[in-house]
């Protein structure tokens, strides 16, 4: 999961199990109470200020302002008033009159005037004629130092912008949120595989079984059946039934199901939108590339100047230094993805997310022959690892030189020293870089990722692979020799912080893939008498960055070797994908994932569809196809078998996330910036919802609630590279399927 704004989590709400999608908070008992002053501007601008550059005057009632161009940041250029009151767990109406010079976006903010100015609540309108703005939202935090601005500054070229009537008034009712989540009948809005199940979930309040139909796109019923009353859903609070017409296998588009009174989204019955999915996945990297400009020959509409290449504004990666007192050298730290919405790039995110692409290729022939018209295309080695090498190079690069403290060990991340706003191309970025500490855990993710690329581009570059192999094994002899060298859970500013204070995982993932590759004595040695080797690492969720062992298990299991007692590592692997589809059968709407106590994790989407890719290794080593129709059943949750009855991937299905937290795919923010790429995952539902926006929504939600799509919440509608990974490998196991 991505944590780069974990720095910034203001409140945690709770999801308890109830009948209905939110808890309405209790209405505010105080009387309506402005907390601005002089917000129509009918004495002059005072106290309102505007920053160095800008003057603020008066004009026709209203306050104007002309705002310098060439600003990187949102904050380069703020009108705003100091000293607004806020009280913790009262609800506020934020709400102002606006215009400007069309299509500029304004970040208006309620937040913190001081240092570490955190927000409160955003918003991010694009101004053009004068209009009205109003939102309610819940103050998470008491001050009496807040603040009221709008952020002008990011704009190339100057502009002006006039703002009248600002308000914040408090103890107003709070806002009721309450998604559009369209007809009652959930399907997969993609696809079902012809000679695969296929089921739908019915929102009803009905509690006996009820007739349904299966119509084709001419509106012909081509099956019947009767619904299977499920009861309250706890991840929904919903009363819901199923329908199983997986009897129906003929291929066509445009199909609909029809119960209770409603019709779904329509759907089609053909297995070749997973080849596409494949493919979309996978194409996702190469617009998050960092140190190289993005063709837009290559991907009409994403291209994009090169970013961090030590071209003003930025300060590149070309010889970053370490944060003030952790090294004395530079490192030159070009190259690799970025990692999520930012421009941070982490190893331990870049390592899982390099296995997740490389196992793919390793277990799907069809990832192989995918082209994925990237600028090395042609060159004879498979477009995938052209892609993976990227990150690659940017891994190898982190590993500490010869002769310095710490050498062979690998930095933990590398990202801006403060943070920035959105949105902004990397292009702009004019934050300084810095290198971080080093961590074991950091270091074992560049040993296992380094040795599986060695056995994986030997064919295609022995040298390449020689190079991996050797940073593998000194980056392992590195990690024994220091054991116990954490990333800080306080080292969150200007990026996430990515502490893991557990790092058996990470020896025994790494000790697995050295084994694999060299089959020598002392890495088998290591990976026999790992704890890991013999505990359940299948837990609610099977893997992620901060959670590794499962990895070394998978590889072991399907990766031709000769550890002694490999019929155990395999029985394990079926048992733990047992688990998960026992939790899928008992889940109204198909999911394999039941996290304690109902509170969805941060990735939760993520987190599903690695629990899948466990469930598609028991296929692969049984060939039973109660695996196959496991991941099959789990897909239709991504695609709107949901209980917002929309996809999670983007240009995927009727309606699907186009709004995630990003920098530069940013079209909410400003209409010149595009969506995410078609086959982008969003993070999906989180019941801790950390990001203001998200609180101010859905506090009260109930788990599969805990989500919207939304560019301002950070804390469940991020995209990320490790989120993709997972998409990318299901896809390939889908589209190989037969």
């Excluded at 309250?232 to 199909?255: C, E, L, M, P, W």
């Excluded at 064919?459 to 390449?464: L, N, T, W």
């Amino acid at each position: 999961m991505s944590l780069w704004e974990r720095s910034r989590i203001v409140a945690v709400c709770g999801a308890a199990v109830v009948l209905a999608a939110f808890v309405a908070a209790p209405a505010a008992s105080a009387a309506e109470v402005e907390q601005v002053v002089n917000g129509g501007f009918d004495n002059g601008t005072d106290p309102f200020w505007a920053n160095a550059g800008m003057t603020l005057a008066a004009s026709d009632g209203r306050a104007c302002v002309d705002v310098p161009g060439g600003t990187a940041n949102k904050w380069d250029a703020i009108v705003g008033q100091n000293d607004i009151d806020l009280v913790a767990g009262e609800s506020y109406r934020f709400s102002f009159d606006a215009s400007g010079d069309p299509g500029r976006g304004v970040r208006a903010v309620v937040g913190l005037a001081v240092d570490p100015y955190d927000t409160y609540f955003e918003q991010s309108p694009v101004v053009g004629g004068l209009q009205h703005y109003s939102w309610t939202f819940t103050a998470s935090t008491t001050t009496a130092q807040g603040q009221v601005a709008f952020q002008l500054g990011g704009s190339a070229e100057p502009w002006r912008f006039c703002v009248d009537n600002v308000s914040l008034v408090g103890g107003v009712p709070p806002e009721v949120y309450e998604p559009d989540t369209g007809p009652r009948v959930r399907v997969n809005q993609v696809a079902y595989v012809p000679n695969g199940p296929k089921a739908a979930t019915v929102v009803t309040t009905a509690t006996s079984a009820l007739p349904w139909q299966l119509r084709d796109s001419g509106g012909r019923v081509v099956a019947h059946g009767r619904t299977t009353p499920r009861g309250v859903d706890v991840s929904s609070a919903q009363n819901v039934h199923s329908i199983d017409f997986g009897y129906f296998g003929r291929k066509g588009t445009g199909y609909t199901l029809t119960a209770d009174g409603e019709t779904s989204r329509p759907f089609d019955i053909d297995a070749s939108a997973y080849a596409k999915l494949r493919s979309d996945a996978l194409k996702f990297y190469y617009t998050q590339r960092s140190g190289i400009a993005i063709d837009d020959a290559l991907r009409p509409g994403y291209g994009r100047p090169a970013g961090h290449v030590d071209v003003a504004p930025n300060l590149g990666d070309g010889n970053v230094p370490c944060q003030p007192g952790v090294c004395d050298y530079r490192l030159d730290a070009r190259g690799g993805w970025y990692d999520a919405g930012d421009h941070g790039k982490y190893v331990v995110n870049g390592g899982i997310s390099v296995w997740e692409l490389l196992n793919a290729y390793e277990r799907h022939p069809g990832v192989r022959k995918v082209g994925l018209t990237v600028p090395e295309s042609g060159n004879r080695t498979p477009d995938v690892l052209d892609e993976v090498r990227w990150e690659l190079e940017f891994l190898l690069r982190m590993q500490v030189p010869a002769g310095k403290p710490y050498a062979g060990m690998a930095h933990h991340k590398m990202h801006d020293a403060a943070w920035t706003g959105l949105p902004l191309l990397p292009h702009l970025d004019p934050q300084p870089r810095e290198l971080h500490p080093v961590s074991t855990a950091a270091t074992l993710n560049l040993a296992a990722t380094s040795a599986q690329a060695a056995r994986l581009y030997k064919p295609f570059d022995p040298a390449f692979a020689k190079r991996a192999l050797a940073a593998a094994r000194t980056a392992y002899a590195a990690a024994k020799a220091n054991p116990a060298l954490y990333a800080p859970e306080s080292d969150g500013v200007g990026g996430g912080a990515y502490n893991d204070a557990k790092v058996s995982d990470d020896f025994y993932w790494a000790a697995a893939e050295l084994f694999l590759t060299t089959g020598e004595r002392q890495y088998s040695a290591d990976v026999l008498s790992s704890p890991e080797h013999t505990a359940d690492v299948f837990g609610a969720g099977a893997f992620d960055w901060g959670n590794t062992a499962a990895a070394g298990r998978l590889a072991l299991a399907l990766v031709p070797n000769r550890l002694p007692g490999l019929a155990a590592v395999k029985a394990s692997v079926v048992a733990g994908a047992e688990k998960y589809l026992t939790t899928q059968r008992q889940h109204a709407y198909g999911v394999p994932y039941a996290p304690a106590n109902n509170m969805w994790d941060w990735g939760s989407n993520s987190i599903i569809l690695n629990n899948m890719v466990v469930i598609a290794a028991a296929h692969e080593l049984t060939g039973r196809d109660r695996y196959r129709d496991g991941v099959l059943t789990g897909l239709d949750y991504m695609f709107g078998r949901n209980a917002l009855n929309m996809s999670y991937v983007t240009g995927y299905g009727e309606v699907s996330s186009h709004n995630q937290h990003s920098r530069w795919y940013a079209r909410q923010l400003d209409p010149a910036l595009p969506n995410p790429p078609v086959g982008t995952l969003s993070g999906g539902p989180n019941s801790s919802i950390q990001d203001p926006y998200a609180q101010s929504r859905l506090t009260g939600c109930v788990a599969q609630f805990c989500y919207i799509d939304d560019i301002q919440s950070w804390s469940t509608n991020e995209l990320t590279i490790n989120w993709n990974a997972p998409l990318a490998w299901i896809a390939a196991y889908v589209a190989d399927l037969r």
